[in-house]
């Protein structure tokens, strides 16, 4: 059985660009998180989503957006791209909404902005 | 909003040894904590978790104690091994959301 599934593994953008990370659930899990987690620090929530529906949203800029599609894959975008948003990008799936289930994490997208 | 705090940032211990690490939080509502146990280049990995009605859990090496009152929640390794050296993260279900704020994350360092 396939654990969380993120793409790509590693990118490097210009300050300014664009960006689109991607995010496939383990099956039958209908919830996914994205945390972004910044060199020596612990991840910090940017959104949920449940059943294609935003359910939560972290203290981050209009910059980032995310969506979730009806597989339940979900996609994280970031736009106008900051040095500071260089960090490891976490997707985490579980089963259904709220924080009762323990999250698993994918490997993660390692985004470097120059 | 929820706030965990993390302690120590860095912690050393000879192997066979236990090891500590205690997480203190901000809300009282709070009643799911979680504990990741993240290696060099890899994912967090849940290691063990407790809920808000239970006060003590345990899985083989590994258990974690939960103080409601004082809001305070503790992993607990045993007989540590080189391959328990990692960054440990606890976290706290965020009353009202659908968020984990987490810790800042302990260093283990297993010293064969």
């Known amino acids: 059985d396939a654990g969380v599934t993120q793409s790509p593994t590693h990118l490097i953008k210009t300050r300014g660009q664009q960006v689109t990370l991607r995010c496939s659930p383990i099956?039958?899990?209908?919830?996914v998180s994205w945390y972004q987690q910044v060199l020596g620090q612990g991840p910090q929530f940017i959104f949920q989503?449940?059943?294609?529906?935003?359910?939560g949203r972290g203290n981050f800029p209009d910059r980032f957006s995310a969506r979730q599609f009806p597989n339940y894959s979900s996609e994280l975008n970031v736009n106008a791209l900051l040095l500071g948003d260089s960090a490891l990008y976490l997707c985490?799936?579980?089963?259904?909404?709220?924080?009762?289930?323990?999250?698993?994490f994918g490997s993660g997208t390692r985004l470097t902005v120059v | 909003g929820e706030n965990v705090e993390q302690h120590p940032s860095t912690l050393s211990v000879q192997e066979g040894d236990s090891a500590v690490i205690k997480c203190t939080y901000s809300d009282s509502a709070s009643n799911y904590f979680p504990w990741y146990k993240q290696e060099l280049g890899k994912r967090p990995q849940l290691i063990i978790d407790i809920r808000s009605n239970v006060g003590e859990k345990k899985d083989q090496r590994i258990a974690v104690t939960l103080n409601k009152t004082a809001k305070h929640f503790s992993l607990h390794i045993t007989e540590t091994q080189p391959e328990d050296s990692a960054v440990y993260f606890c976290a706290a279900s965020d009353p009202g959301t659908y968020k984990y704020i987490f810790g800042t994350g302990t260093r283990l360092k297993v010293l064969a």
């Open positions: 985490a799936s579980n089963p259904g909404p709220g924080a009762v289930y323990g999250y698993t």
């Open positions: 989503y449940y059943e294609k529906e935003e359910r």
């Open positions: 099956s039958g899990h209908k919830s």
